[in-house]
């Protein structure tokens, strides 16, 4: 990834992120909010749901956990936008058997990139956020 790429969301829009880190790929997710400077990339990590555009959905999505997830994306304010951050929130992962395993978010919220890998690495995390960036561009 070149960390000199800069993402101009608009003049004055800055895009806010609300992670819901759920298992291993969440702390993958939060090393590449936490690590990288992405005031630059016109991204501020610390949203809350009242706020964040950006919901990113990372690890395994249980049956149980799966009501607190869509309830948090009902609070998510116009424009909002989900990237789905790794093998378990896209599919299911190696858990895609389980009974109690959501085989995708994808299936009942509206993805707009997915990240793939088991755990993907943050730089991964950030080409998702270039691939949202260019999807809302375009």
């Known amino acids: 990834m070149n960390t000199a790429v800069e ?8 895009v806010t992120v609300l992670d819901l880190g ?3 790929c969440g702390v993958e997710v939060m090393a590449a909010l936490n690590g990288s400077d992405l005031a630059g990339y016109g991204i501020d990590p610390a949203g809350g749901p009242d706020r964040a555009q950006v919901l990113v959905v990372s690890g395994t999505i249980t049956d149980v956990m799966l009501p607190a997830i869509l309830a948090t994306y009902r609070e998510l304010p116009e424009p909002k936008y989900v990237l789905s951050v790794g093998a378990c929130s896209n599919t299911g992962g190696p858990y895609w058997d389980s009974y109690a395993v959501t085989k995708g978010i994808d299936q009942l919220l509206p993805v707009h990139v997915a ?12 080409e998702g956020m270039v691939a949202l960036h260019k ?4």
């Open 22 to 24: 759920l298992a291993c």
């Open 135 to 138: 999807l809302v561009r375009s």
């Open 115 to 126: 990240v793939p890998g088991c755990p993907p690495r943050p730089e991964a995390l950030l």
């Open 7 to 14: 993402l101009d969301w608009g003049t004055t829009y800055q």
